[in-house]
């Protein structure tokens, strides 16, 4: 069975799914919006459109959808495609609670379609780097994670101003850095869930927040986002008892840390600092750290398509399973009772 795409939405992510799922051997079937402008973008790019979403889904060269609307319309759209015996991708978040997942999936499953989450961070250089980093104990045993996206460019546009479509920075980006984290180290229990959520620039909708895992595994991953943080940190930090990872951005530039020989044989002794006198955290002397390059890693996001037609086709199972996804969004619910409550929520 070949994927025939139809694709719900035609704004920025739509048009991406144009563009790149053919890599993977889609075909692009038709495309909807409602939006005049953008049935004309789909006109000019040659695809077969339509006005609404029922017209799309009446259409029988089209087999699978995905949604790329604003979030608030994702439980509508998933049950009424599964409805017309569509397979169902959605745009993450998958939905806006628990609550709505389990009426999507319940509705996949009576329908009998495959139903799945456009988590594709999954496929990201940057994390999947600190993921073999974790994987293979290059750092030995990693007791803490951080994970921050930083942006100078302040407000947010269009629906994700506004609550009640689903907008703020928790359902944008933090649906991605939890699942990153999770997806990382999947057998690991997370013990209790902290978070802080403020509106720094916009009035309705969260533009930063600060996310804290404790999991049984030993580690704390740290997760900050941003839209106003002017000098960025790096994208990951990872810290073991063999080393330390930094990874700065998603150009990936970075390295790993380890102790040096110099280090190792130092003797133990108080020094001046402009803090005063310390021995801990005097200056480190040349030599005393040397760099490596970080690991290299081969991914590719349009993978995500290639594991959709295998699980069409009988081939493989989801990559991205709704348990996952559904544990996801437990998470953001638990952050924000945190955030609520100035408490840490105990979790699994």
Known sequence: ???????????????????????AGVEIAAVCDIAEAKQKDAAEMGYKFYKTAEELLEDPDVNTVVLTVPNHLHKEMCIKAAEYGKHVITEKPAALSVAELDEMETACKK?????????????DRDMLIVK????????????????????????MHEWHLYQ????????????????????????????????????VLHEEVDDYFKI???????????IELSTYILEYQ?????????GTMIVKSFGCDGNIYRTGKMLEKLPSQIVETEAGPTRQFAPVPPGGIVKEELPEVDTDWVDFYKNVDGVLNGREESIIKISEVRRVLSVMEAARQSAQTREAILFE
């Open 1 to 23: 069975m070949k994927i025939k795409l139809g694709i719900i939405g035609f704004g920025g992510m739509g048009k991406w799914h144009a563009q790149n799922a053919p890599r």
């Open 111 to 123: 329908a009998g379609v495959v139903f799945t989450a456009h988590q594709n961070r999954r496929w």
């Open 132 to 155: 073999k980093a974790f994987d293979e104990k290059l750092l030995g045993n990693i007791f803490t994670i951080e994970s921050k996206l930083h942006s100078g460019n302040g407000y």
């Open 164 to 199: 009640k479509y689903g907008g703020g920075m928790i359902y944008d980006w933090g649906v991605h850095l939890i699942d990153q984290i999770l997806f990382m180290m999947p057998e690991a229990k997370i013990k209790s869930v902290y978070a802080d959520i403020k509106n």
């Open 212 to 222: 804290i895992l404790k999991l049984d595994n030993g580690i704390t991953a740290h």
């Open 234 to 242: 790096p994208r990951w930090l990872a810290a073991g008892d063999k």
